[in-house]
């Protein structure tokens, strides 16, 4: 932790950010309930994020909220991050 690294993928490699950072990152205990908004192990800091690559899953806010973020558009889950040109450039940062 604590480092600073640049990832590249293509177009329609993984479904979401989530499954990005846990593969190219081989982080443990990284998205354990698979993508469904509930186990709020994948929470990242976004910063630069364009757009609104989201998922529009009901239970991120419900989790986040749950995990004491409130009000704070940049904490997202990553699972809930479409992998899209939107995501270019933004610095995340793993909060879990
Ligand atoms: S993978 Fe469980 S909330 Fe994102």
Redesign the pocket.
Known sequence: MGQNTSLETYNGKYR?L?ELLKDKMYLDC??????????????VNTTGLKGSSVIKDR??PV?LERFGYKDEPQIR????LLVSSDLDKTIVKILV
């Open positions: 979401n989530m990284f998205g354990e309930c698979g993508g469904l908004g509930r186990c709020a192990t994948c929470i239970n991120e989790t889950l990553s699972c809930q």
